[in-house]
């Protein structure tokens, strides 16, 4: 289980103690996309794993009235509260959006990036009681193509050229970003 994992964190990377890299700096590109992409409209904005915070930085940067950012892992919940320090407008909710998905509201913009999450497979059926109309919704893609594992049906998707660096998870120089608006 992902959660009971030791964690390295390194400038550029966090990696488990299984040597399983849970994200990278080379990321960059992508969370700023999938930020602006969540925040179009402004609103509430649900953020589903903060591991470098990169996106949340990114989120946060836009004219937005709340941020919710859901983290389970015990490692990194410490690095988001410190993130959130400050920010009025940010909770950092220690749990798994699984457990909380019935009582943290609803959105404007949903952002979806949890490495090892078990119950991931539950994240499309689960989106209905997440969004209000007009909800902006993307996640982490893995898929070097224009199709995703959530079967989430009728994305769209932004091509988002990369240069990444040696990984274990991505190895394209496209970025298929999925862009699905309920």
């Known amino acids: 289980m992902y959660t009971s994992q030791t964690l390295t964190f390194e400038s550029d990377k966090i990696t488990t103690e299984l040597n399983d890299e849970v994200m990278m700096d080379w990321e960059d590109s992508l969370m700023s996309a999938s930020a602006?992409?969540?925040t179009e409209g402004g609103g509430d904005i649900l953020e589903i794993?903060?591991?470098m915070g990169i996106s949340a930085g990114y989120i946060h940067s836009h004219s937005?009235?709340?941020h919710i950012i859901v983290e389970n892992h015990p490692q990194i919940i410490p690095k988001a509260v410190e993130w959130a320090?400050?920010?009025s407008n940010v909770t950092i909710v220690s749990q798994s959006w699984y457990d909380v998905r019935n009582s943290i509201g609803t959105f404007d913009g949903?952002?979806?990036d949890a490495f090892g999450d078990e119950e991931w497979t539950k994240f499309s059926s689960s989106l209905n009681g997440l969004t209000k109309n007009g909800t902006k919704v993307t996640?982490?893609?893995k898929r070097q193509s224009e199709t995703n594992a959530f079967n989430i049906p009728n994305c769209q998707y932004e091509q988002i050229s990369v240069t990444i660096d040696e990984n274990k998870y991505f190895d394209g120089s496209v970025y298929y970003m999925p862009k699905k608006e309920f």
């Open 64 to 66: 937005i009235d709340s």
């Open 49 to 51: 794993g903060f591991g």
């Open 85 to 87: 320090n400050g920010k």
């Open 36 to 38: 602006a992409y969540v």
């Open 139 to 141: 996640f982490y893609n």
């Open 110 to 112: 949903i952002f979806y």
